[in-house]
């Protein structure tokens, strides 16, 4: 048997040991109440914890939140699909695109112009993905806060573990992908 070591999963496997509420960092925990939604609980630990004194580098660092916008915010997938898999996310909780008020959508489109740029300069992939998966019929793993995933693709960066395995071989840790990404985004 082969064994697969990722010893950066440690942190999401005791979180679930404890009971933590999800889709909040661990560093994060105590800075927030009890939301049902991954991305409300996020933004809320981050605003929380800046609130009462964390400086604000090192709340988004734990929540692997990119860049906060006026409407909108940009973080990491949790879960990528390949390294460099951001999500744009409005701040108002919501599942349609169509109820985004003007404001929201143009931010939500001028943040992923934002991470297209970044994206090609940080890891020169041959192309891009980014989409929204409205519903859980459409696949949206978070159906009820829309959300727009962009994330770089390679050619040829296909390999038996996702196919025959159904396991992802990630290159590099979230810590250093948003550092990459944030100094991309000029909030270094």
């Known amino acids: 048997m082969d064994r697969l070591w990722t010893p950066w999963r440690y ?3 005791s979180r679930a040991e404890k009971g933590l509420r999800k889709g909040v960092p661990v560093e994060l ?10 991305f409300c609980n996020m933004i809320a630990a981050v605003e929380f914890a800046i609130a009462s004194g964390m400086e604000a580098k090192q709340a988004e660092q734990a929540a692997h939140v990119v860049h906060r916008g006026s409407f909108c915010y940009i973080c990491l997938n949790a879960y990528p699909y390949s390294t460099g898999h951001v999500m744009v996310v409005p701040y108002r909780h919501t599942d ?21 740029r970044c994206l090609r300069a940080v890891y ?10 409205l519903g859980e019929a459409a ?27 159904e396991t992802r071989v990630l290159p590099e840790s979230l810590d250093v992908t948003w550092e990459r990404l944030r100094e991309a985004f000029g909030e270094a």
């Open 96 to 116: 349609s695109l169509a109820a985004l008020e003007s404001a929201e959508a143009g931010e939500m489109m001028a943040l992923a112009q934002s991470i297209e």
């Open 124 to 133: 020169r992939p041959d192309g891009l993905n980014f989409g929204l998966n």
């Open 11 to 13: 942190s999401y496997v």
């Open 29 to 38: 925990d105590a800075w927030v109440g009890d939301h049902a939604c991954v």
């Open 139 to 165: 696949g949206a793993g978070v159906a009820n806060h829309i959300h727009l995933h962009g994330l770089p693709r390679w050619s040829g960066d296909t390999n038996f573990m996702t196919v025959l395995s």
